[in-house]
């Protein structure tokens, strides 16, 4: 235990219960607390400040990783000059390599082609748009502005599928052609994704239900019950996890290579603005919504264990990071998170911000 000597102080400030429950360890200057056979990772406190914060000159609204880990992709609310640029970062350096010109309307959302060369960008009242991120130039996948409120590739990127006020609809990424039309009710569908192995899409609603398609003939396979009232968000991870956030706080994932039931927890009490799998599905990474009803604005990413339910870690979006650097998040846009294709970067979304953590 010579090398835990040093933490001490985080011990004392961290740590509540009794000492003979908990074995505790120090690995790579982190504490590790084992609970029932459960690491929790303990942060110190200058371990929880962001260590990259990339600044942008408007509010940024999306944020993804290429395939080899090396950049970052970011998608910009439009300012007073007109349609809002996406800039690929090397978030090594915190310098922009280059920069899709108004690339993006009002509520813009993008995915990131699975061979790492193409981006799909859509949001309310432009057309949905294919880029070729080595040439900068888009094709426009359809005649008419479209209002899309969310767009995922498909696993092999052969097709893709948005939720909006048309509800689901599956197209093949080539020409930007309708494969299938889901029809989802009165209500628009306000978010949508990809199962990992089978082309079913989820798409939720404000209304709460989940309803899975086959992506092929656009056949209803069947209503999902994930003990969540009111979708926000939803996302399906390694393992054919499909995890989903509520309007109140509540997140829910369970896993569909099984019969298991779904594993609920309450992270805050505010609706969850995203969520994001780890590479390897192990854990699930929440973020509030940003728009705080109090006004405090106070934004808190959560870390959990998929296996157990824990709760691994907690730390506040806002704040200094290791440079001084602070940022705010803007109340109209919620925070997005991304991890590097390694699991050992986070990234999230605030304000005109995008801050990098390390995992430990």
Do not use: K
């Not at 426009?140 to 599928?161: H, K, M, P, W």
């Not at 399906?236 to 994932?253: K, Y």
């Not at 808190?300 to 730390?315: D, H, N, Q, Y």
């Amino acid at each position: 235990m010579g090398g835990f000597r040093g933490w001490a102080g985080i011990w004392r400030l961290y740590i509540v219960g009794v000492m003979s429950r908990r074995r505790v360890l120090a690995v790579a200057g982190v504490v590790v607390v084992v609970v029932a056979g459960t690491a929790v990772w303990l942060w110190p406190p200058e371990q929880r400040r962001a260590f990259v914060t990339l600044v942008h000159d408007e509010v940024v609204t999306a944020v993804t990783f290429t395939p080899d880990g090396r950049t970052l992709l970011t998608a910009e609310r439009p300012g007073p000059a007109g349609g809002g640029p996406v800039r690929l970062w090397d978030h090594a350096a915190g310098t922009v390599v280059s920069t899709l010109d108004n690339a993006v309307g009002s509520d813009p959302t993008m995915d990131l082609h699975p061979d790492g060369r193409r981006l799909i960008t859509a949001g309310r009242d432009v057309p949905v748009r294919l880029w070729d991120l080595t040439t900068g130039q888009a094709t426009a996948l359809g005649q008419r502005a479209e209002d899309v409120s969310a767009i995922r590739f498909s696993t092999d990127g052969s097709g893709f599928a948005t939720a909006g006020a048309e509800g689901v609809r599956v197209r093949l990424t080539r020409t930007g052609a309708d494969v299938a039309t889901l029809e989802h009710g009165a209500t628009a569908a306000r978010t949508v994704a990809f199962d990992t192995i089978n082309l079913f899409v989820f798409g939720g609603d404000a209304t709460g239900r989940i309803r899975m398609w086959d992506a092929i003939d656009g056949r209803l396979a069947g209503p999902v019950e994930a003990g969540v009232a009111d979708v926000a968000v939803l996302v399906v991870g390694p393992g054919r996890t499909l995890a989903v956030g509520g309007s109140s706080g509540q997140v829910a994932w369970l896993s569909f290579a099984g019969s298991v039931e779904p594993t609920v927890v309450r992270a805050g009490d505010r609706r969850v603005g995203d969520l994001a799998f780890s590479p390897d599905g192990t854990v699930l990474a929440t973020v509030d919504a940003s728009g705080d009803p109090s006004g405090t604005g106070d934004v808190t990413v959560r870390l959990w264990t998929v296996a157990t339910g824990e709760l691994s870690a907690e730390f506040p979006i806002a704040g200094e990071d290791h440079h001084g650097v602070r940022c705010s998040p803007d109340p109209t846009v919620d925070t997005q998170l991304a991890f590097s294709p390694d699991g050992t970067i986070l990234a999230a979304t605030c304000g005109h911000t995008v801050r990098l953590w390390r995992l430990p």
